[in-house]
């Protein structure tokens, strides 16, 4: 499936269940190397609509480092590691940490 009729599918998820963050996530990660712009107003919706997303915290704080946001990558990876410490989400919350530590390394 191409990259447009993958968002335009997922643009009609949306309209569908408006309150799914899954669909809003899916749609962030489309845009994240077509349309950086599209990808951060879809990652900013995330974290401040669905602050209990956990998968969000993870590809939202790579893709503001890459798009050097450091700070707010920074804050990404320290509010998404206590919501997985919240979530008792062990899995999520060492992927986090690992991410972080590389992040710490590379932007030292």
Request: net charge negative; glycine share 0%.
């Amino acid at each position: 499936m191409k990259h447009l009729d993958r968002v335009k599918e997922l643009l009609n998820y949306i309209e569908k269940e408006p309150n799914d963050p899954f669909n809003l996530y899916a749609l962030a990660l489309e845009y994240q190397s077509q349309d950086k712009e599209k990808a951060s107003f879809y990652f900013n919706k995330l974290l401040i609509e669905h602050k209990d997303y956990l998968p969000t915290f993870y590809h939202a704080a790579l893709f503001f480092a890459n798009a050097e946001h450091l700070q707010k990558a920074d804050k990404i990876f320290s509010e998404g590691i206590e919501l997985a410490k919240t979530q008792n989400n062990l899995h999520a919350k060492k992927e986090l940490e690992n991410a972080y530590l590389n992040f710490q390394f590379e932007n030292d």
